[in-house]
């Protein structure tokens, strides 16, 4: 580093301005800008400079520069084409010690003027060391492009409540943490936006959960993701996704769900689809139990609702066990998402007095399921994980007594931009699915209510036709 960036405070301190021309005036207003009380040698002044001396926002001698010029100043700044007259006064600066810079001369200044952007109190200052003012030009003009114009609104809303924050949140990493998700969250974006009673309330319930956070250390929030749309999404798993230090993710997690996290939390993908387990279920855990012992606020965002059919338990039990604080958030599970976004009623006065949701994985070979009570009449079955199994299934329910013509409806990524439906009968659907080729997350749903929405919905009924 060839020279030491600092930034010094001139609010109402006296700084002596050498030369009367655009230079000086360019110097002087940058120098007003910063609060200091400027004084100016020169035999003549011209345009700009003459306009501050006009307006008295410059004191101006009108005499020839003499050594108890530079009493009492804070800083010099010489901006004469006079070559004398800048080594004159660099040399009578220099010998009391006196911040100096002479335009253009660094070897007779003992400071440099960076180049400057201004976003108060935001201030980025550039610097070449003098070898290519052009090129820090440039950079200024980069930085300027790409920040916020607004950025110094954020700044003075930050300092509004730094010293609460640092009452409230005793060690620095808190702290850093906490402003982090201000800055890099929805806060950030009020503040830049101007909406500051917004950002003050919200930035209050942050302080507040930050404050119950560290005190427990880390946590586990197990949330659930909805099934992919993610207007679908509660607010609680909203915030919390936006204050996380981790995410927890698996591959029913939709990507437009993942995106809403914070931009800087920590993303890890555990995996998980038929054979592909990245991670067996007790790594999970163990993995879960050490990011929050060390302090993490971790999400554990699991598709659709984290207690239905997605292994929340076995996660909140060991927890539990290991003594690390749990939250469990619900989230729209795929059965009422796919049932809303087909408009498939899941009970109905005269087709379906229960429903029941199981899923339709094997066990050692076979499907252990209650056959009997599933075949009911006037009952609608929902089988996650089912679609592997179709044939199986439907050949079960009709050996316990469900007629052949039951309709059978399959949601594949339901909610989502991609959801894709099949819709036919016991008899038909193992058929259909094969030609469809599924091969994402696909719900089964069975019963008369289906019917009941194909009397409804154009496109359903037009999807069924080519079915059946
Ligand atoms: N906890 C999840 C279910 C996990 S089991 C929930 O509450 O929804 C995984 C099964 O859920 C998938 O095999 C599929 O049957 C179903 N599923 C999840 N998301 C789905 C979606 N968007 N569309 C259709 N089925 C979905």
Redesign the pocket.
Known sequence: MQSFPIFLTLQDRAVLVVGGGEAAARKAELLLAAGARVSLIADTVVGEIAQLIAEARVSWAGRVFDDHDLDGMALVIVATADEALQARVSHAARQRSLPVNVVDRPALSSFIMPAIVDRAPVTIAISTGGAAPALARRLRAEIERALPATIGRLARFADIFREQVRRTLERPRDRRRFWDRVFAGRIGELALAGDEIAARRELIRLLDSARTETASLGMVHLV?AG??DPDLLTMKAHRLLQQADIVVHDR?V?PEVLALARRDAERLYVGKRRGDHRLTQTEINDRLISLARAGNSVVRL?????????R?GEEIEALVAAGIPVEVVP?????L??AASAAIPLTHRDHARSCVFV??QLRDGTIALDWPMLARPRQTVV?????ENLGLIAARLEEHGLPADTPVAL??????SR?RRVVGTLATIEGQAARARLT?????MIGEVIGVSLGRDQEFRFESRMGL
């Not at 989230?331 to 059965?335: C, D, K, L, R, S």
């Not at 994402?440 to 089964?444: E, K, N, S």
Request: a negative charge; charged letters at 10%; glycine letters at 30%.
């Open positions: 659930g099934p992919g029913l939709s699991k598709g659709g609702d984290p207690l239905v059919f997605g929340g989230g729209i599970t795929a059965a998402g796919c899923t339709g089988i996650y994980m089912g679609v949601v594949e990524n339901g909610t989502t959801e994402g997350p696909t719900l089964c």
